[in-house]
């Protein structure tokens, strides 16, 4: 004789059961990540109304800007509108006694659970996939509106903070490398010219710093160009003839979440090679495989405080899980990177401990469940 329990092992995926919790699942799902990403979208609008009134910019250079920003947005609040929905679908068919039904069937909570563990999958992978696609080109495309159409500073460079040149009085200047966390500049070249563009001297400049209210230089060289063609080396104390301020240099920064994951390791690559410090860099690229894994964790944490009668009977305690789970989440993350940025933690541990830990926690609530 068949028992309940083993009735239920032989279940197929993509019954009755499974179709009728991943549809509740998934229209809850859709309404809040609209919420959250509209909520999203004010807040940042708010946060920067006050740039935004100060450049006297268009309301469709406004509204095209933040257009091309959705993408990144969606991305960030995936996991948090997985949790919520989570919590919100189960806890409802805890509330009309639903779960009690399927579970006097010989039904486990995490056979109840396994379609939105599926779906969890599923959006983990397409939050890769948009993250590898959509948001690089569209981020990019946000900060070309801000920086050239919103706060009006040309286009410098068209690599970022790599490979910048700067035109300046009577010279053109060539940076390697600007890092805005420290306000240094990496290899730098200053070419000046003759009234009639020919080149009269060549400045080498391993490293700037900034300084007060300037940019400030040590071990630079200078090669004089004499009318016979050879070059004379001699030291030079000359400023850079540079009038950017860290402040505007900034605006040319390109985010990781402008890079795909193959661009941001080739990035990393070329870096190496000229013997630039990548740590911050590398932290960023294991976040881009670790990040997209959040909505499996919040499944896996959400499903047991979900069918619990004390959740099911409240929504706003449910909305207070979800707050309390998602900060928690955040606010580790956010450590652990900033000690992987700053060379306190390797980067593969800085990007992957909050996974671990709320992994481990998640499995442990989840497989408790009977």
């Given at each position: 004789?068949?028992?309940?329990?083993?009735?239920?092992?032989?279940?197929?995926?993509?019954?009755?059961?499974?179709?009728?919790?991943?549809?509740?699942?998934?229209?809850?799902?859709?309404?809040?990540?609209?919420?959250?990403?509209?909520?999203?979208?004010?807040?940042?609008?708010?946060?920067?109304?006050?740039?935004?009134?100060?450049?006297?910019?268009?309301?469709?250079?406004?509204?095209?800007?933040?257009?091309?920003?959705?993408?990144?947005?969606?991305?960030?609040?995936?996991?948090?509108?997985?949790?919520?929905?989570?919590?919100?679908?189960?806890?409802?068919?805890?509330?009309?006694?639903?779960?009690?039904?399927?579970?006097?069937?010989?039904?486990?909570?995490?056979?109840?659970?396994?379609?939105?563990?599926?779906?969890?999958?599923?959006?983990?992978?397409?939050?890769?996939?948009?993250?590898?696609?959509?948001?690089?080109?569209?981020?990019?495309?946000?900060?070309?509106?801000?920086?050239?159409?919103?706060?009006?500073?040309?286009?410098?460079?068209?690599?970022?903070?790599?490979?910048?040149?700067?035109?300046?009085?009577?010279?053109?200047?060539?940076?390697?490398?600007?890092?805005?966390?420290?306000?240094?500049l990496k290899g730098v070249t200053v070419f000046t010219l003759n009234r009639d563009f020919s080149l009269r001297s060549l400045i080498e400049i391993p490293d700037a710093q900034w300084g007060v209210r300037s940019w400030e230089t040590q071990g630079a060289v200078e090669w004089e160009l004499r009318p016979d063609g050879k070059l004379t080396r001699g030291d030079s104390v000359a400023n850079i003839p540079i009038t950017e301020t860290p402040n505007d240099l900034k605006l040319l920064a390109r985010d990781a979440d402008e890079y795909s994951y193959y661009e941001l390791q080739k990035q990393i690559s070329d870096m190496k090679s000229k013997g630039i410090d990548t740590t911050a860099l590398d932290v960023d690229l294991q976040n881009k495989l670790a990040i997209p894994l959040v909505s499996l964790l919040m499944v896996l944490l959400a499903t047991p405080f979900a069918i619990k009668r004390q959740m099911s009977n409240s929504v706003s305690l449910s909305f207070g899980i979800t707050m309390v789970i998602a900060f928690g989440y955040w606010v580790l993350t956010a450590f652990c990177i900033s000690l992987g940025r700053s060379g306190a933690l390797p980067a593969l541990p800085a990007a992957w401990i909050p996974n671990f830990i709320f992994l481990m926690i998640g499995l442990y609530f989840f497989t408790a469940e009977e």
């Open positions: 004789m068949i028992t309940a329990r083993a009735q239920h092992r032989m279940m197929p995926f993509g019954g009755l059961l499974d179709r009728y919790v991943a549809g509740g699942f998934l229209r809850v799902f859709g309404l809040s990540l609209a919420v959250i990403t509209g909520l999203y979208i004010t807040a940042d609008f708010f946060e920067r109304i006050g740039s935004l009134l100060e450049s006297g910019a268009p309301v469709a250079t406004i509204l095209r800007y933040f257009m091309f920003k959705a993408p990144l947005l969606i991305s960030r609040v995936v996991g948090f509108a997985t949790l919520f929905s989570t919590l919100f679908c189960l806890g409802l068919l805890a509330r009309t006694q639903e779960i009690t039904a399927i579970r006097s069937n010989g039904v486990s909570v995490q056979r109840i659970a396994l379609p939105l563990l599926v779906i969890s999958l599923c959006l983990s992978g397409m939050t890769f996939f948009w993250n590898e696609t959509l948001v690089p080109i569209f981020s990019r495309n946000a900060q070309q509106i801000y920086r050239t159409e919103i706060k009006q500073k040309r286009q410098l460079s068209l690599f970022g903070t790599r490979n910048i040149w700067i035109r300046g009085d009577g010279s053109f200047i060539n940076i390697d490398n600007f890092d805005p966390r420290s306000n240094t």
